[in-house]
């Protein structure tokens, strides 16, 4: 069974930085594509970034500029550098991908911005 497993997680104040990173168990990470998603209080969840299995890199609009998204594929890691953080940025942070013909999740790590 795929694992994958969120960390990094925690409290911020606004304009400071984390680095999440998503652990990848029983899958070769460098023949799938892998993103990052969130979900806020209330709202639906929305994706953040994902990266191809060729490692190119693509943002959502909201946090274009601000984070950057890695991989690592002898480590089987998956990495978001998350700069400049912002209150709206306040979610719980999934990985995910899709192999063997389902979508496979991670159980999130919490991130909170606030003063």
């Known amino acids: 069974q795929v694992q994958l497993t969120e960390s990094g997680g925690g409290l911020v104040q606004p304009g400071g930085s984390l680095r999440l990173s998503c652990s990848i168990s029983r899958l070769h990470l460098d023949r799938y594509d892998i993103g990052w998603f969130r979900q806020a209080p209330g709202k639906e969840r929305e994706g953040v970034s994902c990266v191809t299995f060729r490692g190119v890199g693509y943002y959502a609009d909201t946090v274009r500029g601000r984070f950057t998204v890695s991989r690592n594929n002898v480590r089987n890691t998956l990495f978001l550098q998350m700069n400049n953080l912002e209150p709206d940025d306040t979610a719980v942070y999934y990985c995910?991908?899709?192999?063997?013909?389902?979508?496979?999740w991670g159980r999130g790590t919490q991130v909170t911005v606030s003063s």
């Open positions: 995910s991908t899709n192999a063997y013909g389902r979508n496979f």
